[in-house]
């Protein structure tokens, strides 16, 4: 092999950069086991304290538990901008650490849809014609089977209803008399629609983000899907589904207020932070921690609790807390967390690290602090990290002042008509924002600015400060520039922001998923298990067949596994429990390549050739079959990964770039290790006596047998058929649309029971089954499926409470209790929530990515066998196993004591199987091939049976090691993906089968067909 010392230099890279990659994580494990133990030291210290003695029996396990929590917190904001290895800091360990999908660590996944049917009414100035409505409810109708968005169903439908009126007419309202003249075509008034939705999703995007940051959870994801108005979240370790879903649908809120200066609230910040020392130093801790509030004696003894507060940066660095500190502490509760800036002029009167922020509130909301306050002040903070002091996580307290009767605003976000950036001296000039407000809000405008010349007034949306700009004198007309050093990003946010309240676009959940951590947790377990399982099964199991070549083959496996986790850190993947699924299939089709390569070998020192020629001959051989095989895989899963979601993109990310990992260190590492033994004189073992004689001089005549598959195959097809069309199928929720919970109950249960009484409550039928053990049951059910408000969702979900609740042991658990997912190891632990928009897309998209990848496995045998025929024989033999897997899967639902749902991750399984069983297909077509080169004077009957013959023992290792790979799965994987795994174990048992008798059979028979018709067409005397 040439180069190779340029290989191994690469190889060397490739894996310092995986380990580097894969370093983050055990970084940020780490600090986190310090925080842990950190807050553990902190709660064994309060026990030995009087305040602790005091507190009643009772109440000492919560206080503790309040205790870790919140100095686990502490620790980790201390060192969350502090540099813990090498140049990086905490929060930049944590954002390259291997990132874990809400199956394996708890949390919530929403879909939000913008209604976009909104808007459009909004901009139409809720047009009441009969044609209009017309039009709305038909495009309506059409987007829950659509994949167009809903203002070109819109157009679509108006074209059709709207009768010649041209929807100038109709959108040509006052507020939208600058955009659109009554000249205006259809064409540009949609296009004027559709610059306003994209703002409006825009808008709703970066309320949402927002809203996201201020929530508190650690490295949540945003994003938008494309133009469809949908937003996708995740939200990690949340404790209050609930509390999410109203956070995330609630209506923004713009606001413009005035402010109080620092220099007048700077008097009464002095006299609370006296009145808190006295309410503190008097109050037992037991009341501080139910209250919410932080025990100052606890809060002093933390060694970084101050580390971003700017009044202690320096004695905060020093982790020896004095007693002089804590002196402090006690005296100054209140500037202990809260920086004064001693801004003379300014609404800014404070600074407080994110930590302290939530603290700082419940001080100042106590009633005895709050009185000491004028009557019109109201604290808010900044949106964004303040610019004046240094670091990342310190925000600004801004001193707003309600001067109106009813506490309101005196303007809000209904009065702006527009806003957009500008630059002061063209494009290179420093960005301000332009604003446009209607006549009611020009006016109130006028009277707030000239009221306060020279004050500030704070823009608020959801409570939050995102600017504070000076007003430098009265502002008449309307029409107003803010300025203030603004950077290119945040002028566009502070647009987006003032045109959020500008039309009602409401984002909606349409599909939702929660995740106890508990069970996130034991997904971990099962699905970390299974994988050193079957990581092991694979590396003994080549050993044994292969001997010394197996042990070259799982140095390769090793270097796989390392390169896998490096690539997925790398690109911020997110490793679901299915993609570790795909990870074990992974190590299975890993080991395909080497078995290839290996029976090429062995081949050839069967002919007679040197160790050295035959290990070059035989990776030469071997390379047309490795890379047919793994490029039509990696076709499926590419499919997999454009037309799948959540975790089924996790297990295609995982599919593809192990594929990729897997032919590069098969093919090179091995190659370096025979090579170099091959150099120092040392020899290569490739079987033993057991393995050596395994499967070889077999004579068997397949095409004959192909009228006994043919019918053992239809039977087995027509009974799949019959089960399909006559029993159906059990769907999964994301199919069906509806909600499915997991909830795991404190004794044994049966389905029968729990089914009586669910059904019962929602009047209808609910489908139940058992979940894993015997305590816990899957409730699924379309109870106002069509319905996906937080009130239809806290209706559904205290109706299956008061069903279930006689069946808890326990009958003290509330319904808090019961849909928490942190606090509470009974009741909800998971559920899901998919409307019948986002099912018809899901279920439209599965059924057009398996025609789809059928369609490009058939073109590229098709392509690379120039013959269509081929590519029929490969097509024949993945239609015949999926049929039949499917069928199996109708069959069995119900009957079998595991999942058996067919929902996007059955169909992820289907693709995969695709993928996967056309490899043998490949390897057999290959050998044909090659035997019709070398022997062309040779029937194709004869040739055809011989590759069969010779490919058989590759056939059966590669199946068989993929197969002990997929047992692992099922048998410790854990409930949640055993369907999957069955699936996949059925695919290579009946696809290994479908390739030798189905597939092959096919393409031989279409081939003599089609070479039988081309000779009664030629004209007589020509061949």
């Given amino acids: 092999m040439q180069s190779k010392g340029w290989i191994r230099f690469v190889a060397i890279l490739l894996a310092l950069a995986s380990i580097w990659q894969l370093s983050f994580t055990a970084v940020t494990a780490i600090q986190e086991k310090k925080a842990a133990k950190f807050a553990e030291q902190q709660a064994i210290a309060i026990q030995s304290t009087p305040e602790f003695a005091a507190i009643p029996e009772v ?507 490096g690539v997925l850190v790398s690109f911020g993947a997110v490793l679901t429990l299915p993609g570790i699924a795909g990870l074990v299939l992974t190590l299975g089709m890993a080991v395909d390549a080497n078995v290839i390569i290996y029976e090429r070998i062995k081949e050839e020192l069967a002919a007679g050739k040197g160790l050295g020629k035959a290990v070059a001959d035989g990776y030469k051989n071997a390379y047309s079959a490795i890379i047919d095989g793994q490029v039509t895989t990696l076709l499926t899963g590419i499919v997999l990964f454009i037309f799948g979601s959540g975790p089924v993109q996790g297990f295609a990310t995982t599919l593809i770039i192990g594929i990729i990992t897997s032919v590069l260190t098969s093919i090179f590492i091995t190659r370096l290790i025979f090579d170099d033994r091959i150099q120092k004189g040392k020899n290569i073992s490739f079987d033993n006596k057991l393995t050596r004689n395994f499967l070889k001089n077999t004579h068997v005549d397949f095409i004959k047998a192909r009228k006994y598959s043919y019918t053992i195959s239809g039977i087995l097809i027509l009974i799949a058929i019959l089960s399909i069309s006559i029993k159906g199928f059990t769907y999964g929720v994301d199919f069906t649309g509806g909600r499915t919970y997991v909830v795991r109950f404190d004794q044994a249960v049966t389905a029968e029971q729990i089914r009586e009484a669910v059904t019962a409550e929602f009047d209808g039928a609910v489908e139940v089954k058992q979940f894993g053990g015997g305590s816990q049951m899957k409730i699924t059910t379309q109870y106002k499926n069509d319905q996906e408000s937080t009130e239809v969702d806290a209706e559904v979900e205290k109706m299956l409470y008061d069903a279930v609740k006689p069946f808890f042991a326990d009958q003290s658990m509330t319904l808090d209790e019961f849909t928490s997912t942190l606090e509470n190891p009974n009741g909800i632990i998971s559920s899901d929530k998919v409307g019948p928009t986002i099912a018809n897309d899901i279920k439209r998209d599965a059924v057009i990515a398996v025609i789809l990848a059928l369609f490009v496995i058939f073109a590229y045998i098709a392509f690379r066998f120039r013959g269509w025929t081929w590519g029929l024989g490969g097509v024949v033999s993945l239609a015949h196993t999926a049929i039949i897997v499917i069928g199996f899967f109708s069959l069995f639902s119900g009957i079998l004591p595991f999942n058996l749902d067919v929902d996007q991750t059955f169909i992820a399984a289907i693709l995969t199987i695709i993928g996967y069983a056309i490899n043998d297909n490949v390897v057999i077509f290959d050998r044909i091939r090659e035997y019709k080169s070398l022997h062309p004077n040779v029937d194709l009957k004869t040739n055809t049976n011989l590759a069969l013959n010779a490919t058989l023992t590759r056939t059966v290792n590669t199946s068989v090691s993929t197969l002990v790979t997929m047992v692992a799965i099922a048998i410790w994987g854990g409930e949640s993906i055993r369907g999957l795994a069955v699936a996949l174990i059925l695919g290579i048992c009946i696809g290994t089968y479908a390739s030798i008798f189905i597939g092959t059979p096919v393409m031989y028979d279409a081939t003599i067909k089609r070479v039988e018709k081309t000779k009664a067409v030629m004209p007589k005397g020509k061949k």
């Fill in 59 to 565: 109440d000492r396990a919560y206080y503790l538990d309040s205790i870790r929590k919140v100095q686990n917190s502490v620790y980790i904001d201390s060192v969350t901008n502090k540099k813990v290895y090498l140049w990086n800091t905490y929060k930049d360990c944590k954002e390259k650490e291997i990132n874990l999908g809400l199956d394996l660590k708890g949390g919530m996944n929403v879909m939000l849809q913008v209604q976009l049917e909104d808007l459009v009414e909004a901009l139409a100035g809720n047009n009441a014609t009969p044609e209009f409505q017309q039009a709305i409810n038909l495009a309506k109708q059409r987007s829950v089977n659509s994949r167009d968005d809903f203002i070109t169903l819109f157009a679509d439908a108006w074209k059709e209803v709207g009768k010649g009126q041209r929807l100038a007419q109709v959108f040509g309202t006052y507020e939208m008399k600058d955009k659109i003249k009554p000249e205006s075509t259809d064409a540009e008034v949609i296009g004027i629609i559709r610059g306003e939705a994209e703002s409006a999703i825009g808008n709703s995007f970066n309320v949402l983000r927002n809203r996201i940051d201020r929530f508190g959870v650690t490295q949540p994801s945003i994003q938008k899907l494309g133009n469809s108005g949908r937003i996708l979240v995740e939200l990690p370790g949340v404790k209050e589904p609930e509390r999410v879903r109203k956070l995330l649908q609630g209506t923004a809120s713009l606001e413009f207020w005035e402010t109080f200066t620092y220099d007048e609230i700077a008097p009464f910040l002095q006299e609370a932070n006296q009145k808190l020392s006295e309410i503190l130093s008097s109050t037992p801790d037991s009341v501080l921690v139910a209250e919410g509030v932080a025990p100052v004696d606890t809060a002093a003894s933390a060694p970084a609790s101050a580390a971003d507060s700017l009044i202690n940066q320096e004695l905060a660095q020093n982790k020896d807390q004095s007693a002089e500190i804590e002196a402090y502490k006690k005296q100054n509760p209140l500037f202990a967390v809260l920086s004064p800036s001693n801004f003379k002029g300014n609404a800014c009167i404070g600074f407080a690290s994110a930590v302290d922020t939530a603290l700082v509130n419940r001080y100042l909301a106590m009633p005895q602090v709050a009185s000491i306050f004028p009557a019109e002040f109201k604290p808010m903070w900044s949106v964004h990290p303040s610019e004046y002091v240094q670091g990342n996580n310190i925000y600004e307290l801004v001193a707003i002042k309600s001067t109106s009767r009813d506490g309101k605003a005196k303007l809000d976000g209904g009065s702006i008509t527009d806003a957009r950036v500008v630059y002061e001296n063209g494009s290179n000039g420093e960005p301000s924002v332009s604003m446009s407000m209607n006549a009611e809000g020009a006016n109130i405008w006028a009277r707030m600015t000239g009221d306060n010349v020279g004050k500030q007034i704070a823009i608020v949306l959801d409570g939050m400060v995102y600017s504070y700009p000076n007003v430098q004198n009265a502002i008449t007309g309307g029409n107003s520039s803010i300025t203030g050093h603004f950077s290119q990003e945040e002028a566009t946010d502070l647009v987006n922001v003032l045109k959020s309240g500008k039309l009602p676009a409401p984002a909606k959940i349409i599909q939702e998923q929660v995740v106890g951590p508990s069970l996130g947790a034991k997904s971990i377990n099962a699905g970390m298990i299974s994988f050193i399982i079957a990581f092991l099964l694979v590396l003994v199991y080549m050993v044994f067949f292969y001997q010394g070549a197996g042990l070259a083959a799982d140095a390769a496996l090793l270097c796989n596994v390392l390169l896998l986790f």
